[in-house]
């Protein structure tokens, strides 16, 4: 069977009309301002139409039904509670914000998921949840995802290294002997397409990806470094191709366990691939007709399709990637 879509090339590029997974509007508003109040939020808590989720190790209950309703398709949820039914805890509750309906949203970070009694209903990653939920869930799961891994990994004052205390709804951790606030950190990252003079672009695999898996190429902000900057080192230092002209396309919160992806498209001006083989095994340039030969044979593996690597490359390819296999 085919692996490709039948549709032609296109030469308008269909840009960022193809969703990215966790950047569509969400319509959540995520209220900072309340997250001192602490009367506000228990008012909010204590809310009928509040909603609330668990979150443990970067996993969410998700739920699957099987057969949706007055001959519609059934759609995947994210399994939410009224707060009086939620698990009990005090220290580990997230404030995420309000609909534009008054309804307000809570995490629970804890040690494991509730049980569920109905069998549509499982545990689910981001990576997954993201493709699945609509943006609104898929938002609330991101930041939910995002505080648990900022608060399981800083839980003691980088200044004087006494054990902090939650604050400001799950957005601040304070330090009771020194008196510092902590924040949750997002570090910035590059992701990129580049193209040659032909119009071809360049993607790479990862030492650890398994055989055929080819991406954009990635990589950290340093300290004072601008990203045009680090989109021309990564690219040299990864792929030993000198880039020039860099245009910036979109972000992606990717909190894998805090990232923002900062997308770009770039020129190279310099052809000759020298891999460096610690992070990058392998680099190609590909055409069009190339990669799509090559999705269709099966010897390159298409991103996976929350990633905003999907959407960069789509914005060259000129129509949407195949899905991948898992």
Known sequence: MSTTSSEPFTDR??????????????????????????????????????????????????????????????????????????????????????????????????????????????????????????????????????????????????????????????????????????????????????????????????VHWPEGRFSTLAGFVEPGESIEQSVRREVFEEAGVTVGPVEYVASQPWPFPSSLMLGFMAKAISSEINVDGEEIHEARWFSREDLAAAFESGEVLPPYGISIAARLIELWYGKPLPKPSH
């Open 13 to 206: 590029p269909i840009g960022l009309a193809s969703p990215i997974g966790l950047t569509e509007p969400s319509g959540i508003d995520r209220a900072a301002h309340h997250r001192l109040d602490e009367a506000w939020l228990a008012a909010a808590w204590s809310h009928p139409t509040t909603r609330v989720f668990v979150v443990s190790g970067g996993q969410v209950l998700i739920d699957e039904p099987t057969d949706g309703t007055d001959g519609e398709e059934a759609r995947t949820e994210l399994v939410m509670t009224p707060a009086f039914e939620a698990p009990v805890t005090e220290t580990h509750r997230y404030f995420l914000g309000t609909d534009e309906d008054g309804v307000s949203y809570f995490a629970l970070q804890k040690d494991a998921l509730p049980g569920r009694m109905d069998q549509s209903a499982r545990p689910a990653g981001l990576r997954e949840a993201g493709l699945l939920l609509s943006p609104r869930e898929a938002s609330l799961v991101t930041h939910a995802v995002a505080l648990e891994n900022w608060q399981r990994l800083h839980r003691f004052c980088s200044r004087c290294g006494e054990r902090t205390v939650i604050a400001a709804a799950g957005h601040i951790r304070r330090c009771p002997a020194c008196g510092a606030e902590h924040y949750p950190r997002t570090d910035p990252a590059v992701i990129m397409l580049v193209t040659d003079e032909h119009d071809r672009a360049l993607l790479g695999r990862q």
